[in-house]
């Protein structure tokens, strides 16, 4: 793990390189999607969640337990779509104007502006995990889209930034992850890894066109799963 934390500062330079060339290729600037809805969501997540995002939730509430959702790489504007308890969102840059920090400040929702691929980021989310008495998220979701440029095809980064997420949910909590920085072989692959360890798990492979449907993986975590996910293949 200390090698990862080693290499992250070259591997934050190649994956810059790595998006802008791939944006340049597109003739795209930025990011195609801030605040997306809920439903662009669901819409990237239709292949591997059982019902829907927003139904999962519904069921949590109805049987008494806490909807606690961290957002990765978003602005958190999703997070004002859902009937939650609390969230949080990671960004590289908190847009938000004053009107909307208040709102989200009485709907229980905090962003912070961090970097997924450094230490201090993940030790933040942690942090206020331990300031909500909770032990962990209830769903979490990553779904950058052409965010996604930034993470470098690396398997030990992209194990890195997996596991870390899958530490930080609750028993009972679900994980969805878009993967565009997998070849399908490989998250295929991991997949049946997955299963084979005892973890429910589900993925979606690219499809041919459309920015929402860039593959997608789906992890469940029970009472009697692994506390670290397997390695990748």
Same mark, same amino acid.
């Given at each position: 793990m200390s090698e990862i934390y080693r290499d992250l500062r070259e591997a934050r330079r190649i994956a810059q390189e790595q998006g802008e060339r791939e944006r340049n290729s597109r003739q795209r600037t930025g990011w195609d999607y801030y605040n997306s809805s809920i439903q662009s969501y669901e819409d990237s997540f239709r292949d591997v969640v059982p019902t829907s995002i927003q139904d999962s939730i519904k069921h949590r509430k109805a049987q008494g337990l806490p909807n606690i959702v961290l957002d990765l790489m978003s602005p958190g504007g999703t997070l004002r779509d859902l009937d939650i308890?609390?969230?949080?969102?990671?960004?590289l840059g908190d847009r938000r104007s004053?009107?909307?920090k208040k709102a989200d400040e009485r709907k229980g929702i905090d962003v912070i502006e961090a970097? %997924? @691929?450094t230490k201090r980021c993940w030790k933040e989310i942690r942090e206020w995990l331990d300031e909500k008495h909770v032990k962990g998220f209830s769903l979490?979701?990553?779904?950058?889209?052409?965010g996604a440029t930034i993470i470098p095809k690396d398997l030990d980064l992209a194990y890195f930034l997996l596991n870390q997420a899958w530490m930080l949910l609750d028993t009972g909590g679900m994980f969805l992850t878009e993967t565009r920085y997998f070849e399908d072989n490989v998250i295929g692959e991991y997949t049946q890894i997955l299963?084979?360890?005892?973890?429910?798990s589900k993925m979606s492979p690219r499809a041919e066109s459309g920015e929402l449907h860039q593959g997608a993986l789906r992890l469940l975590k029970s009472s009697t799963s692994p506390d %670290? @996910?397997?390695?990748?293949p």
């Open positions: 308890d609390s969230g949080f969102a990671v960004t004053d009107t909307i970097d %997924i @691929l979490i979701l990553c779904r950058p889209l052409m299963v084979s360890n005892g973890i429910d %670290i @996910l397997p390695k990748l």
